[in-house]
């Protein structure tokens, strides 16, 4: 099975603008859920969807924002970005939403750059 | 809510020697813990996964111990090689609630010298 992929890998945005990144599970994986990875701060979850619905939330502002699609494909947006946004965002799917099927597999992750 | 700390930071080891990361975590809910090895410019690769009905588990050179007691779990790698060489992170997450949001530890930077 082909893994986790995302797009873009990188991306170079300026204050203020927003930016969307995608994400494609593993094939017959139904959970997406992104993280943020700084040096700063580590990994830090953001958000979890299952069914195109938001199941779960970190600790993160508003301005990040997500959505699951009905083949399982995400989108997470940051709007108004701010240099500290800058990172390496990552996507994992699991494949299912109970149960022992807890891994989560991740993709190799859009880098952010906010100048 | 769920904190992950991990120890060492750094860790150098000779080719061949064995290497020991120790995490611990503070909800005594959670029961998923995996692992994970990142490699320079590449997404976390779950390595091994423990879940806390189960004491120890072993894959080759790789195990994974847990003591759902103190709270802390541990990573050991026998006859490490130089392709070990990356940064290893520790989680760990609840599973009762049916959501994934891993909590991790802050990164192991394992290098082994030839």
């Known amino acids: 099975k082909a893994g986790v992929t995302q797009t873009p890998r990188y991306l170079i945005k300026t204050r203020g603008q927003q930016v969307t990144l995608s994400c494609s599970p593993i094939s017959g994986h139904r959970s997406v859920s992104w993280y943020q990875q700084t040096p700063g701060q580590g990994l830090q979850f953001l958000f979890e969807y299952f069914s195109e619905t938001q199941r779960n939330k970190g600790n993160f502002p508003g301005r990040f924002s997500g959505r699951q699609f009905s083949n399982s494909r995400s989108e997470m947006n940051v709007s108004t970005l701010e240099l500290g946004d800058s990172a390496l965002y990552l996507c994992a799917s699991s494949p299912l939403a109970t149960g022992d099927q807890e891994t989560q597999y991740f993709g190799p992750g859009t880098r952010l750059l906010v100048l | 809510g769920e904190n992950v700390e991990q120890h060492p930071s750094t860790l150098s080891v000779q080719e061949g020697d064995s290497a020991v990361i120790k995490c611990t975590y503070s909800?005594?809910?959670?029961?998923?813990f995996p692992w994970y090895k990142q490699e320079l410019g590449k997404g976390p690769q779950l390595i091994i996964d423990i879940r806390s009905n189960v004491g120890e588990k072993k894959d080759q050179r790789i195990a994974v111990t847990l003591n759902k007691t103190a709270k802390h779990f541990s990573l050991h790698i026998t006859e490490t090689q130089p392709e070990d060489s990356a940064v290893y992170f520790c989680?760990?997450?609840?599973?009762?609630?049916?959501?994934?949001?891993?909590?991790f530890g802050s990164g192991t930077r394992l290098q082994v010298q030839p």
């Open positions: 989680a760990a997450s609840r599973t009762d609630t049916g959501r994934r949001a891993l909590t």
């Open positions: 909800d005594s809910a959670s029961n998923y």
